[in-house]
């Protein structure tokens, strides 16, 4: 029954016939939903009072819930909302690139840390290339999309090379600060799935959804913030504010 109504949600989203192990259900604690006035974003919990996104995240007025599954559900239990201090890009961000694309939110109070919500681990080095990673975000229901997102999805897809990312994005120069995740070649089928999309290899945070042409939990080819490249500029935010 749950791969018949796997196949019947994907196929009305236009999917091809491919199937990779696609999970629902339970968020990862440590997944965020960014809730705003403009787009959603997911976000990362890495520390009782920090957040991290990527930067090309426009959050006005933004909210931060943690422990949900399901954003359009008022009534969900054991989330926890929380405000916002202050929001520090990464200082060679630039809206033209898509380099360096994370941002550091720090929290107004110290979340609660339980089964539902805990932070992820950064990672002590690089996802190596076939490293199978947990790619996690919302998608928006087919049929109304103005809404809140309404399906959490986990897809189960591996590290792939520079070479095979630059040979699928040849317009983008692939570089040592980027992460590439997915199936080679990329399908590319479009999709509406909320933006920065986490990924969690044997788990440590590798990387922070930076920009894909499809849609990443169909296993689309996606270029990420490599978050081993920018661990040390991370840490020392976290010290120092």
């Known amino acids: 029954m749950k791969l018949l109504l796997l196949w019947t949600f994907f196929k009305l989203s236009g999917v091809l016939a491919f199937n990779p192990d696609y999970m629902t259900g339970t968020t990862p604690p440590y997944l965020v939903f960014l809730r705003s006035e403009y787009l959603p974003c ?6 009782p009072l920090w957040v991290i996104t990527a930067a090309h995240c426009n959050l006005p007025k933004l909210s931060v819930i943690l422990g949900v599954t399901i954003p359009a559900d008022p009534s969900e239990r054991h989330v926890q909302v929380v405000d916002y201090e202050k929001i520090i890009y990464h200082p060679r961000f630039s809206i033209t690139s898509i380099d360096n694309d994370i ?16 932070v992820v681990n950064l990672p002590y080095q690089p ?23 309404d399906t959490l999805q986990n897809v189960d897809i591996t590290v792939i090379s520079k070479a095979e990312c630059q040979y699928a994005y040849k317009v983008h120069e692939i570089k040592e600060s980027m992460l590439c995740i997915g ?13 920065a999309a986490v990924a969690v290899c044997n788990g440590t945070l590798q ?8 849609c990443v939990l169909r296993a689309d080819i996606g270029i990420y913030a490599k978050i081993f490249t920018h661990k040390n500029w991370i840490e020392s935010i976290i010290q120092n504010n």
Do not use: Y
Request: proline share 6%; glycine share 8%; hydrophobic share 40%.
């Open 42 to 47: 997911a976000g990362a919990l890495i520390h």
């Open 207 to 214: 990387g922070i959804l930076s920009f894909a042409d499809g």
């Open 127 to 149: 996802a190596p290339v076939k490293s199978l990673c947990t790619v996690s975000t919302w998608g928006f229901n087919v049929c109304d999309s103005s809404k809140d997102p």
């Open 103 to 118: 941002m550091l939110i720090k929290l107004s109070r110290k979340v609660q840390l339980n089964s539902f919500v805990s």
């Open 183 to 195: 199936i080679v070649p990329g399908r590319r089928q479009p999709c509406k799935e909320v933006s």
